[in-house]
């Protein structure tokens, strides 16, 4: 599902703010940025987002806002500077140059001199980061449950079209047989022309013909697998995947109802089945 949220925290001569954004995805894939001197903390970050989440494209940014005077030292890159007086000194000999090395041209290179501020540990940056981070992952969290609710009311609208469905095609099974029954007595009688059929022969065909064409059990496990989908919405928790099951399965029994069945309104009833299943399974991709 998709969320966004914001946090901020204080720390030491700093402040952190962190935004945290979610898009739907088939599994969980996290990407954290942070600024570079905290790339220690990345793999704390995503493994924050792992313990509350278990499907999910995450993108958690880190900015860094410094609010004091961070400890810092200024020193002389001692060897590169000999080095940089040597090469000038045989510059100058080589090209029979005038005039005296100064300051002036040492100054010039700033490499030369070199910024130091004071290491700083991770657990310190991390104790001042995690505030904002758990404030944003609970604002996204709350937006994404606001969002799960209209899409759990959505689902079970669609069951319920898919159960009443359902029950016009256990309504239409009886007839459908019926009607092949009487099809079939009626060719007979038009192949024979009067002639006698061996005793009990008719109603041998028919039952046959009756039970390859019985969906009877395939209605019954498309009604059960309806009953489990709606007991896991009710459970709540990472069920995205039992969805995805529950969902292959139905797919599965509709698809045998369509083809065990000659009847035409039969066959029109599972198409409309069908394309309720795969709205659904359009929906379930954006749950845990």
């Known amino acids: 599902m998709t969320g966004y949220g914001r946090g901020e925290s204080t720390g030491a001569g700093r402040s952190f703010t962190v935004e945290a954004q979610s898009l739907n995805h088939r599994y969980l894939e996290v990407r954290a940025r942070l600024p570079r001197r905290l790339t220690g903390l990345e793999l704390r ?54 005039g005296e090395l100064t300051l002036d041209h040492l100054a010039a290179q700033r490499d030369l001199l070199i910024h130091d501020e004071e290491e ?20 996204m969290e709350a937006m994404r449950a606001r969002e799960g609710q209209a899409l759990e009311r959505e689902i079970v609208g669609r069951l319920g079209v898919v159960d009443a469905l359902l029950g016009q095609v256990q309504e239409r099974v009886p007839r459908v047989a019926r009607a092949q029954k009487e099809r079939l007595q009626a060719r007979v009688a038009e192949l024979l022309d009067g002639r006698p059929l061996e005793p009990g022969r008719l109603e041998q065909e028919a039952a046959l013909l009756a039970d390859r064409a019985d969906v009877r059990e395939e209605c019954v496990r498309l009604g059960s697998h309806l009953a489990q989908f709606r007991a896991l919405l009710g459970e709540g928790g990472s069920q995205g995947r039992r969805f995805d099951f529950l969902l292959q399965e139905m797919n599965r029994e509709a698809n045998t109802i369509g083809s ?13 089945m069908k394309a309720e299943l795969e709205k659904i399974r359009e929906q379930v991709q954006n749950v845990e």
Do not use: N
């Open 45 to 98: 970050t995503q493994q924050e987002v792992q313990r509350r989440f278990a499907r999910g494209h995450f993108d958690i940014t880190v900015s860094e806002r410094l609010t004091g005077q961070r400890p810092r030292t200024l020193r002389v890159d001692e060897g590169l500077a000999a080095a940089y007086m040597e090469a000038l000194r045989k510059l100058q000999s080589i090209g029979g140059l005038q």
């Open 120 to 139: 700083e540990s991770l657990e310190t940056a991390w104790a001042d980061l995690r505030p904002a981070l758990l404030a944003a992952l609970d604002a």
């Open 260 to 272: 065990k069945s000659a009847d035409a309104e039969i066959s029109h009833l599972v198409v409309a």
